[in-house]
């Protein structure tokens, strides 16, 4: 894990997608998922963001986890078996995963169960009758050409970026790209915690308010919403 930058005040949640090759639509739903990952508690839906190649996909995933959690590694290859995965959630809060071309039945189980919350044993090595257990509730991130969510369970769970392939006149280098991101980093980490502030303190109205309907991880939707003065978004525009 690597230091988080200190934060700045005044800037906007915006700059983020001057940077990232998103179309405007789907602008809610990246919000959405930066904020809900700051949550005090779970569940945290998994961000599923697919593209043709040349669409900048690793390089978004990178900068939206690098706003909330650096690391040396930020994206990684899929585990082998479950005990690989289980040992990943004790490295980082987010877990990334990146260029994913299947999801094999086991995985998109056990990511289901780390966004909702989940205990998983294993013998202790080097012991007969010792347990270690793994507990985990983290937000998630995976990307690929394909896409991934395609079990009802986790697609309950996801939320669904589809990203264009970006023309070749618009192509920058990608030192002069994480150069601009690196310096805004600050800003947008303020605005982040400001979002965060925002959803503190307007939660107990929408809780006693009410979402005009309930999805899937409704607690995760009642905390984007009680954001959304924060987040730049008009009211109900992350439900819609």
């Known amino acids: 894990m690597l230091p988080l930058p200190s934060p700045v005040r005044g800037g ?115 012991t007969n009758d010792r347990e270690v257990l793994f507990v985990a509730k983290q937000p998630i991130l995976i990307n690929g050409i394909e896409e991934l969510a395609t079990r009802a369970d986790l697609l309950d769970r996801c939320l669904v970026l589809s990203l264009p392939t970006i023309a070749e006149d618009r192509r920058q280098p990608e030192s002069d790209l994480w150069g601009l991101f690196y310096g805004a980093r600050p800003r947008l980490l303020g605005a982040l915690l400001d979002a965060v502030s925002c959803a503190l303190r307007r939660l107990p109205e929408i809780k006693a308010k009410g979402l005009p309907r309930k999805p899937r991880m409704a607690d995760f939707a009642e905390w984007v919403t009680a954001a959304e003065p924060s987040l730049g978004l008009n009211e109900g525009g992350f439900l819609a």
């Open 12 to 126: 906007s949640l915006s700059e983020l997608f001057t940077l990232i090759n998103l179309p405007a639509e789907s602008h809610a739903l990246a919000l959405g998922w930066l904020v809900g990952a700051l949550r005090p508690d779970g569940p945290f839906p998994l961000l599923a963001v697919h593209g043709e190649q040349g669409s900048g996909k690793s390089t978004a995933c990178k900068m939206l986890r690098a706003i909330i959690d650096p690391d040396a590694a930020p994206l990684r290859s899929v585990p082998r078996e479950p005990r690989g995965l289980m040992i990943a959630t004790r490295q980082a809060w987010v877990l990334g995963f990146d260029n994913l071309s299947t999801l094999p039945g086991w995985l998109s189980d056990d990511l289901c169960c780390i966004a909702t919350g989940t205990t998983f044993p294993d013998r202790q090595l080097y």
